[in-house]
């Protein structure tokens, strides 16, 4: 089904943000006595180094061990002491914060610090320490001045722009952002106070709000850094070296221009954002700036989601109330959130996500520089997007020239649309698609490192496509097949070396989709495997790698849910209702846009295979509904007609009225018992969840962190909720069983539950997450 | 008469020598170095089976500020006299000349085979076919090894190579929106017809196309390039602004001296004759660090004053067969020799063509970087000099960039430009590589010195090298 699920709003981009590398839990300093500096040529620090040029003290952070920087208890005291021993210092009339790491000024607080918080008061305790010590560098007598390269999130943003001037690289690895939102947290360190001061109140909601990343170019112009520094090539030294060295000297240059008063921090104004301050000025603008964002906030996460609620309140205090009020709030709020069920599960997506960036089958033995993708639809062509722009030469091939223009251009539309956005220069666009060869043949195929086919979806054509490349391809080359439902072994069947066939299963658009699902076959060799993973990793996937068998793992968690969807649909509720509630829940698209997404046809294709393999536990809905919607030319979007009708232009899509004959005549009768809206998202949920605890039983999964980020990331499962697996533990699994035995006396065997769940049900001190 | 022929008998004994120079050129590694006054004993470097080439002359009119007393006229003007000076030096018989290689970097559309008009219009036969080439600021360098190719191939004997540049003027395009318009409305057949296109013009229509010294690729302007190179280098303003009043100070000394003979005088129509370079203008280092950063803003380190000038101006050179030249009783001023280009990142690496080109040049040549006696590079920016010489000075760049065992070197500074560069004589981008090589070929006479070095950057991150030999006195 090359399962098209739209973008899973928020959660698209969980952060870069807060710490990649493990962090090493250094007993912590005691918080009361961190502002009494002891004598620092005794110290030893880890985290916070201090150099002083001539009156400038350069304050280093360098987090040991990791890739980036993060604020945790040992860095913040550490970087306490440093500053408190520069204010002692009356030699120094300046400083400059700077990272050691060209790749990151500080990453985000550190999650395990968080974690590691019993109570609300305990974090609200975290924000405050942070507020105090920002507020003193905020007043600081010395100018102090952020050198940021690299990543600049959440905490590391705060500290930025408590600082009096900021100057950045201008890379694409310097990136400023709040986050904290996609961790259903607020920025907790003052930041929601002084944003909006800085940046002004819109676009202060809007980088609070969404968490999105702002490139430093981007930066400058909204104002949150005053200076940019060009990147460095090479001269005597690495370009990474020199530049961050340069960074350096570029802020040494304003610590001490601001020092004696030759800089000055205040930045000229544009007078459309001179306008927007005096309107904001203004209570009544303020109001209705609230209530906008408020009512936007609420459609579009359905109250699901406390974080973004809450960051208005705070912000809407602070401005109201004056900065004490504001800050008080902040870290109340900051306190609540941490403990929410929301930002643990946005938090345990997140170290999913971390997990799933890992190759745990090691290097592979070949690197792939040269991929073949053998048909040039929207999956071959979009793999082939991915792949391009990561610097793999990529063969695109199609059987016939009017397929293969259409995948030639919609890789170049993939790529134009970035030089529209200027986030790709038309030069670099052209050298991009130089990567890209299109053919109708299998020449050049003896040089592939790897074969991804993504033909029709039938075992068949598969074959023979098999056999053909096999024919052509070198004895290395790897050949993955891009199904999301045929069993790879049985592809693999008709293989000479059983052992380098793979499969790729990837989500459709797969430029906009994260998620990578890889599956082994018990032929499959560790290599192979690698290979494939470190692929998908390069394309910038998420990756969760399980076992074959029919469905895999997304697809066949998918099935008995869309499955219930027919159900729901044929006991006459209608479509739009069936996606006003399935959204309700959390998911980000509605169930029955997501068949006409999907495509009916394929989803026919899909649930009959499942069905054979399955048998009862994926029945409820029809099939013959789908039949008949195929036969009628109903299949969804791409043919303009499913449930809804598709028009270019319309935003408004309406029912297709030619449905109604047709779920009329599959209607059932409902049993108002189970028929409730939350019996309705619960029969379409513990189908789900039920499915997902047994791939796991059965060990096509290989742990519940790669079935929560594979449900979230793939298939759109509420991100609020974590995962099936994560939503059983906090919803419990008893409660889980008792809904399942519930409306398994209604309909029947689809709702056993397994025995995973089960014995999760009758020892509640089991979870899946720990 | 007599003189052809002693020249013409000379000729056969030496070109055996060089024939077995060739053989121990390769073994032989730096030879100690001499003072520079003292005349040469090392070997020269024709080889076997390919015809020598050498410059018999070479002019220039005075390199301009753009916006002065060129202003007023078209780029094969400026060809045109540099062409008319060089027929006066030479008295070479228009008819003898087999080929004209101009190189110009910005085109004026109606002339855009500027070598034509202006061989035309200086009055050369119009039986000689002349073609433009075009290589950013190594244009004229590319249109003189264009000639020695064709010499060096025996399909030609005598050819003129030169360069041209007006800055004063160049074209600025009506959008491309805007020209679709116009160009449609060309084939509009009716009124109405034209009158919808007519409709369809906006505001925005009206903005013009101007032309930037920026890279297509990178849309970097070089001057922005040439000061990330220099903070890449750890080059100070300082140091920038001091190469920069060097440049300036040996310039003067060398335009009062009369040493630079290359210039040849220019009467404007309708205003005075020009024999001066004007941009010549030695400053102290105090005003200097007065100007405010041209291009990276505020704290950036290219200015004004140590980058090299938007320049009007033209040069032009007469390149033969040895043979030919001494069967016309010329007496050559220097052999050109080896010549290579390259390239590299146009991004971070644009300006460091001549780090690239030296040792691949000396190398070609069997010569190490001692062996030279003058050493022409041109100054787009101080930075890029500055940054050029460290980068050739170092190991790590040799290794990592170069794919080298070692560095090369950098030229020492008492060889190196010592009659002024493109900062303080002028920059016309098409006409730059012809100035160097004669410079070289004066200063080796001048100086008694028997190898130059030319060098040059050039946008598209490309570069030049060649040597030239004096020719035996």
């Given at each position: 089904?090359?399962?098209?699920?739209?973008?899973?709003?928020?959660?698209?981009r969980l952060?870069?943000?807060?710490?990649?590398?493990?962090?090493?839990?250094?007993?912590p300093?005691?918080?009361?006595?961190?502002?009494?500096?002891?004598?620092?040529?005794?110290q030893?620090?880890t985290h916070?180094s201090?150099?002083?040029?001539g009156?400038?003290?350069v304050?280093?952070?360098?987090?040991?061990?990791?890739?980036?920087n993060?604020?945790?208890k040992?860095?913040?005291?550490?970087?306490?002491?440093?500053?408190?021993e520069?204010w002692a210092?009356?030699a120094?009339?300046?400083a400059v914060?700077?990272?050691?790491k060209?790749g990151?000024?500080?990453?985000?607080a550190?999650?395990?610090?968080?974690?590691?918080?019993?109570?609300?008061?305990?974090?609200?305790?975290?924000?405050?320490?942070?507020?105090?010590m920002?507020?003193?560098?905020?007043?600081?007598?010395?100018?102090?001045?952020?050198?940021?390269?690299?990543?600049?999130?959440?905490?590391?943003?705060?500290?930025?722009?408590a600082?009096?001037?900021?100057v950045?690289?201008?890379?694409?690895k310097?990136?400023?952002?709040t986050?904290?939102?996609?961790?259903?947290?607020?920025?907790?360190?003052?930041?929601?106070?002084?944003?909006?001061?800085m940046?002004?109140?819109?676009?202060?909601?809007?980088m609070?709000?969404?968490?999105?990343?702002?490139?430093?170019?981007?930066?400058?112009?909204?104002?949150l850094?005053d200076?940019?520094?060009?990147?460095l090539?090479?001269g005597?030294k690495t370009?990474?070296?020199?530049?961050?060295?340069?960074?350096e000297e570029?802020?040494?240059?304003?610590?001490r221009g601001?020092?004696?008063?030759?800089?000055?921090?205040?930045?000229?104004?544009?007078?459309?954002?001179?306008?927007?301050?005096?309107?904001?000025?203004?209570p009544f603008?303020?109001?209705?700036?609230?209530?906008?964002?408020?009512?936007?906030?609420q459609?579009?996460?359905?109250?699901?989601?406390?974080?973004?609620?809450?960051?208005?309140?705070?912000?809407?205090?602070?401005l109201?109330?004056g900065?004490?009020?504001?800050?008080?709030?902040?870290?109340?709020?900051?306190?609540?959130?941490?403990?929410?069920?929301?930002?643990?599960?946005?938090?345990?997506?997140y170290?999913?996500?971390?997990?799933?960036?890992?190759?745990?089958?090691?290097?592979?033995?070949?690197e792939?520089?040269?991929?073949?993708?053998l048909?040039?639809?929207?999956?071959?062509?979009?793999i082939?997007?991915?792949?391009?722009?990561?610097?793999?030469?990529?063969?695109?091939?199609?059987?016939?020239?009017?397929?293969?223009?259409?995948?030639?251009q919609?890789?170049?539309?993939?790529?134009?649309?970035?030089?529209?956005?200027?986030?790709?220069?038309?030069?670099?666009?052209?050298?991009?698609?130089?990567n890209?060869?299109?053919?109708?043949?299998?020449k050049?195929?003896?040089?592939?490192?790897?074969?991804?086919?993504?033909?029709?979806?039938?075992?068949?054509?598969?074959?023979?496509?098999?056999k053909?490349v096999?024919?052509?391809?070198?004895?290395?080359c790897?050949?993955?097949?891009n199904?999301?439902?045929?069993?790879?072994?049985?592809?693999?069947?008709?293989?000479?070396?059983?052992?380098?066939?793979?499969?790729?299963?990837?989500f459709?658009p797969?430029?906009?989709?994260?998620?990578?699902?890889?599956?082994?076959?018990?032929?499959?060799?560790?290599?192979?495997?690698?290979?494939?993973?470190?692929?998908?990793?390069?394309?910038?996937?998420?990756?969760?790698?399980?076992?074959?068998g029919?469905?895999?793992?997304t697809?066949?968690?998918?099935?008995?849910?869309?499955?219930?969807?027919?159900?729901?649909?044929?006991?006459?509720?209608?479509?739009?209702?069936?996606d006003?509630?399935?959204?309700?829940?959390?998911?980000?698209?509605?169930?029955?846009?997501?068949?006409?997404?999907?495509?009916v046809?394929?989803?026919?294709?899909?649930?009959?295979?499942?069905?054979?393999a399955?048998?009862?536990?994926?029945?409820?809905?029809s099939?013959?509904l789908?039949?008949?919607?195929v036969?009628?030319?109903?299949?969804g979007?791409?043919?303009?007609?499913?449930?809804y009708?598709?028009?270019?232009?319309?935003?408004?899509?309406?029912?297709?009225?030619g449905?109604?004959?047709?779920?009329?005549?599959f209607?059932?009768p409902?049993?108002?018992?189970?028929?409730s809206?939350?019996d309705i998202?619960?029969?379409?949920?513990?189908?789900f969840?039920n499915?997902?605890?047994?791939?796991?039983q059965?060990?096509?999964?290989s742990?519940p962190?790669?079935?929560?980020?594979?449900?979230?990331?793939?298939?759109?499962?509420p991100?609020?909720?974590?995962?099936?697996?994560?939503?059983?533990?906090?919803?419990?699994?008893?409660q889980?069983?008792?809904?399942?035995?519930?409306?398994?006396?209604?309909?029947?065997s689809?709702?056993?539950?397994?025995?995973?769940?089960?014995?999760?049900a009758?020892?509640?001190?089991?979870k899946f997450?720990? | 008469m007599?003189?052809?022929?002693?020249?013409?008998?000379?000729?056969l004994?030496?070109s055996?020598?060089?024939a077995?120079?060739?053989?121990?050129?390769?073994?032989?590694?730096?030879?100690?170095?001499q003072?520079?006054?003292?005349?040469k004993?090392?070997?020269?470097?024709?080889?076997?089976?390919?015809?020598?080439?050498?410059?018999v002359?070479?002019?220039?009119?005075?390199?301009?500020?753009s916006?002065?007393t060129y202003?007023d006229?078209?780029?094969h003007d400026?060809?045109r006299a540099?062409?008319?000076?060089?027929?006066?030096?030479?008295?070479?018989?228009?008819?003898?000349v087999?080929?004209?290689?101009?190189?110009?970097?910005?085109?004026?559309?109606?002339?855009?085979?500027?070598?034509?008009?202006?061989?035309?219009?200086?009055?050369f036969?119009?039986?000689?076919?002349a073609?433009?080439?075009?290589m950013?600021?190594i244009?004229?360098?590319q249109?003189?090894?264009?000639?020695?190719?064709?010499i060096?191939?025996?399909?030609?004997?005598?050819?003129?190579?030169?360069g041209?540049?007006?800055?004063?003027d160049?074209?600025?395009?009506?959008?491309?929106?805007?020209?679709?318009?116009?160009?449609?409305?060309?084939?509009?057949?009716?009124?109405?017809?034209?009158?919808?296109?007519?409709?369809?013009i906006?505001?925005?229509?009206?903005?013009?196309?101007?032309?930037?010294?920026?890279?297509?690729?990178?849309?970097e302007t070089?001057?922005?390039?040439?000061d990330?190179?220099a903070?890449?280098?750890?080059?100070?303003?300082?140091?920038?602004?001091?190469?920069?009043?060097?440049?300036h100070?040996?310039?003067?000394?060398?335009?009062?001296?009369?040493?630079?003979?290359?210039?040849?005088?220019?009467?404007?129509p309708?205003?005075?004759?020009?024999?001066?370079?004007?941009?010549?203008?030695?400053?102290?280092l105090e005003?200097?660090g007065?100007l405010?950063?041209?291009?990276?803003?505020?704290?950036?380190?290219?200015t004004?004053?140590?980058?090299?000038?938007l320049?009007?101006?033209?040069?032009?050179?007469?390149?033969m067969s040895?043979?030919?030249?001494?069967?016309?009783?010329?007496?050559?001023?220097?052999?050109?020799?080896?010549?290579?280009?390259?390239?590299?990142?146009?991004?971070?690496q644009?300006?460091?063509?001549?780090?690239?080109?030296?040792?691949?040049?000396?190398?070609?040549?069997?010569l190490?970087?001692?062996d030279?006696?003058?050493?022409?590079f041109h100054?787009?920016f101080?930075?890029?000099i500055?940054?050029?010489?460290k980068?050739m000075?170092?190991?790590?760049f040799?290794?990592?960039?170069?794919?080298?065992?070692?560095?090369v070197g950098?030229?020492?500074l008492?060889?190196?430009?010592?009659?002024?560069?493109?900062?303080?004589?002028?920059?016309?981008?098409?006409a730059?590589?012809?100035?160097?090589?004669?410079?070289?070929a004066?200063?080796?006479?001048?100086?008694?010195?028997?190898y130059?070095?030319?060098?040059?950057?050039?946008?598209?991150?490309?570069?030049?090298a060649m040597?030239?030999?004096?020719?035996?006195?």
């Open positions: 089904m090359a399962a098209a699920v739209r973008a899973i709003g928020s959660l698209g952060p870069a943000a807060a710490r990649a590398g493990p962090t090493r839990h250094t007993p300093r005691g918080y009361a006595c961190r502002n009494i500096s002891t004598s620092s040529a005794l030893n620090r916070v201090c150099d002083i040029k009156d400038v003290a304050v280093r952070f360098n987090t040991p061990n990791s890739k980036v993060t604020l945790s040992q860095l913040s005291a550490e970087f306490t002491d440093v500053m408190n520069i210092n009356e120094v009339k300046s914060l700077i990272s050691s060209p990151s000024f500080i990453a985000g550190d999650l395990n610090m968080l974690e590691a918080c019993k109570t609300a008061q305990e974090v609200t305790q975290l924000s405050q320490d942070g507020q105090k920002l507020e003193k560098i905020e007043h600081s007598p010395k100018p102090v001045v952020a050198a940021i390269s690299g990543s600049c999130l959440g905490g590391g943003l705060e500290v930025a722009i600082c009096h001037y900021r950045a690289t201008k890379d694409r310097t990136v400023l952002g986050p904290e939102v996609l961790l259903g947290l607020l920025p907790g360190a003052g930041g929601t106070q002084r944003l909006p001061k940046v002004g109140l819109p676009a202060a909601f809007d609070m709000l969404t968490g999105r990343n702002i490139r430093a170019d981007r930066a400058k112009k909204m104002g850094v200076q940019l520094v060009e990147p090539g090479p005597v370009p990474e070296a020199r530049t961050i060295e340069y960074l570029v802020a040494i240059g304003f610590a601001l020092a004696n008063k030759t800089v000055s921090a205040k930045r000229s104004r544009g007078l459309m954002q001179r306008l927007t301050d005096y309107a904001m000025a203004l603008v303020r109001q209705q700036v609230y209530k906008t964002v408020e009512s936007k906030v459609k579009q996460t359905k109250g699901l989601y406390p974080a973004p609620l809450k960051i208005i309140e705070v912000v809407k205090t602070g109201d109330q900065n004490d009020a504001g800050y008080l709030i902040e870290a109340q709020s900051f306190g609540q959130l941490a403990v929410t069920k929301e930002s643990k599960a946005l938090m345990g997506l170290h999913g996500q971390v997990h799933c960036k890992k190759n745990k089958f090691g290097t592979p033995q070949k792939v520089k040269t991929l073949a993708v048909g040039a639809g929207l999956m071959g062509a979009g082939a997007q991915v792949s391009v722009d990561k610097g793999i030469k990529t063969i695109l091939k199609d059987t016939t020239q009017k397929g293969l223009d259409r995948g030639q919609q890789v170049y539309k993939g790529l134009n649309s970035k030089v529209k956005k200027k986030s790709l220069t038309s030069f670099e666009r052209d050298s991009i698609l130089s890209l060869m299109g053919q109708l043949d299998y050049g195929f003896e040089k592939a490192d790897m074969v991804i086919e993504a033909v029709f979806e039938d075992i068949n054509v598969k074959h023979k496509v098999l053909e096999e024919a052509v391809i070198p004895a290395h790897i050949f993955a097949s199904t999301s439902a045929l069993p790879i072994s049985q592809i693999a069947a008709v293989s000479k070396r059983p052992e380098k066939v793979i499969g790729m299963h990837y459709s797969v430029d906009k989709m994260q998620l990578l699902e890889i599956i082994t076959t018990d032929k499959t060799s560790q290599d192979t495997a690698a290979s494939a993973v470190a692929v998908g990793l390069k394309q910038g996937k998420v990756v969760i790698v399980v076992k074959d029919p469905g895999f793992y697809t066949r968690c998918l099935g008995p849910m869309l499955s219930e969807v027919v159900r729901v649909l044929q006991e006459g509720v209608d479509p739009k209702k069936v006003a509630i399935s959204t309700a829940f959390g998911f980000p698209v509605g169930a029955a846009t997501l068949i006409d997404e999907v495509g046809d394929v989803a026919t294709h899909v649930a009959e295979d499942l069905g054979k399955f048998g009862p536990r994926f029945g409820g809905g099939i013959d789908f039949k008949l919607m036969q009628k030319g109903f299949l979007r791409k043919a303009g007609k499913g449930f009708v598709y028009q270019e232009g319309v935003k408004n899509r309406s029912v297709n009225s449905m109604d004959e047709i779920l009329e005549k209607r059932v409902a049993n108002p018992d189970v028929c809206d939350e998202q619960m029969r379409l949920v513990t189908r969840v499915e997902a605890a047994m791939c796991l059965e060990g096509i999964l742990n962190v790669e079935g929560d980020i594979g449900a979230v990331f793939g298939l759109g499962f991100p609020c909720l974590g995962g099936p697996f994560r939503f059983a533990d906090s919803y419990g699994a008893r889980l069983v008792d809904k399942l035995r519930k409306y398994e006396a209604v309909y029947g689809q709702f056993t539950p397994c025995q995973l769940l089960l014995d999760h009758n020892s509640p001190s089991k997450h720990q | 007599s003189s052809m022929l002693s020249s013409a008998l000379r000729n004994p030496v055996s020598a060089w077995a120079g060739a053989f121990t050129r390769s073994l032989s590694c730096s030879s100690p170095f003072a520079a006054a003292q005349p004993t090392k070997k020269t470097l024709g080889k076997t089976g390919v015809k020598n080439v050498v410059v002359e070479g002019v220039r009119i005075p390199f301009l500020q916006g002065t202003a006229l078209m780029p400026l060809a540099a062409l008319q000076g060089l027929l006066t030096r030479t008295s070479v018989p228009r008819d003898v087999d080929y004209i290689v101009y190189g110009t970097v910005i085109q004026e559309v109606k002339t855009s085979n500027v070598a034509r008009e202006a061989a035309l219009g200086a009055g036969s119009d039986k000689t076919p073609h433009t080439v075009t950013a600021c244009s004229s360098n249109a003189m090894t264009t000639g020695v190719g064709m060096a191939a025996g399909q030609c004997d005598v050819v003129v190579a030169g041209v540049e007006l800055m004063s160049v074209p600025i395009r009506h959008s491309r929106k805007m020209r679709k318009t116009m160009l449609t409305l060309n084939r509009a057949k009716t009124l109405g017809q034209k009158l919808s296109l007519i409709s369809k906006r505001p925005d229509y009206f903005a013009p196309e101007l032309p930037a010294v920026a890279e297509f690729s990178t849309s070089m001057g922005h390039s040439a990330r190179l903070a890449a280098f750890g080059i100070s303003r300082l140091e920038q602004d001091e190469y920069a009043l060097r440049s100070s040996l310039a003067k000394k060398a335009q009062d001296e009369g040493l630079l003979q290359d210039v040849v005088p220019f009467k404007v309708g205003k005075d004759t020009v024999t001066k370079d004007n941009g010549i203008r030695p400053s102290s005003q200097m007065k405010k950063p041209a291009f990276v803003k505020p704290y950036g380190t290219v004004a004053a140590n980058s090299s000038f320049t009007d101006g033209a040069s032009a050179m007469l390149i040895e043979e030919k030249a001494l069967a016309m009783g010329y007496k050559p001023k220097a052999y050109l020799r080896d010549f290579v280009y390259v390239s590299q990142d146009p991004k971070d644009l300006l460091l063509g001549p780090t690239y080109a030296t040792p691949k040049v000396l190398e070609k040549a069997g190490t970087l001692s030279i006696d003058v050493f022409e100054e787009a101080a930075g890029q500055l940054a050029n010489l980068a000075d170092s190991d790590w040799a290794q990592n960039y170069m794919g080298r065992k070692a560095k950098a030229p020492p008492d060889k190196f430009n010592t009659w002024g560069g493109s900062l303080s004589l002028g920059h016309p981008f098409g730059t590589g012809c100035r160097l090589v004669i410079t070289a004066h200063r080796l006479k001048k100086e008694g010195g028997q130059g070095l030319v060098a040059a950057c050039a946008a598209g991150g490309q570069g030049h040597i030239v030999e004096l020719y035996p006195q």
